[in-house]
T-cell receptor, first 113, second 113 residues
């Protein structure tokens, strides 16, 4: 197992375009989390899944954001009509269950120009 | 609401010396877990140490140890025999039971050779 994988590593997009990020968690982990991190700040929670069920969404996750985890395996995070304020590092993490620390991926750095 | 506060944006330590990073947290939950994560420049976050709130004994991992003061809601990280590879952002984090991890804003640690 190679850990948590995220693709792409970097994405530059024009304002108004849609972008989609992918996360492949550790295979035996049933929980998957998305966080957003801006420069010099700690990660902020966006949403998480247990298997294929999305259990919680942050108020940070506006209507332009949507996440899925079909079949409880990989997950995608889509941002529609991107804005400059969406520029950030998007981190994915997974865990084997409640009350465990998370294993993070390397993140996807989004730049909206 | 759960909060994690790191009051030291930056710290510096001489190589081979000991440094302590401070963290306070606030949660209404009686059952929770505390973590320190390390994020080297342009690299992924890795778990340094984990503490269960119901355990009075402070966690240790090689050169890393914590001072957990439950009544004061304080959770500091001590790094002994600092090495150049310890240079990174360090995030304190709290996981209330059955919820998601909340991170502090981080402390940037630099090591002077």
């Amino acid at each position: 197992d190679t850990g948590v994988s995220q693709d792409p590593r970097h994405k530059i997009t024009k304002r108004g375009q849609n972008v989609t990020f992918r996360c492949d968690p550790i295979s035996e982990h049933n929980r998957l989390y998305w966080y957003r991190q801006t420069l010099g700040q700690g990660p902020e929670f966006l949403t998480y899944f247990q298997n294929e069920a999305q259990l919680e969404k942050s108020r940070l996750l506006s209507d332009r954001f949507s996440a899925e985890r079909p079949k409880g395996s990989f997950s995608t995070l889509e941002i529609q009509r991107t804005e400059q304020g969406d520029s950030a590092m998007y981190l994915c993490a997974s865990s084997p269950g409640m009350n465990y620390g998370y294993t993070f991926g390397s993140g996807t750095r989004l730049t909206v120009v | 609401a759960q909060t994690v506060t790191q009051s030291q944006p930056e710290m510096s330590v001489q190589e081979a010396e000991t440094v302590t990073l401070s963290c306070t947290y606030d949660t209404s939950e009686s059952d929770y877990y505390l973590f320190w994560y390390k994020q080297p420049p342009s690299r992924q976050m890795i778990l340094v140490i984990r503490q269960e709130a119901y355990k009075q004994q402070n966690a240790t991992e090689n050169r890393f140890s914590v001072n957990f003061q439950k009544a004061a809601k304080s959770f500091s990280l001590k790094i002994s025999d600092s090495q150049l590879g310890d240079a990174a952002m360090y995030f304190c984090a709290c996981l209330p039971s059955a919820s998601k991890i909340i991170f502090g804003s981080g402390t940037r640690l630099s090591i002077r050779p």
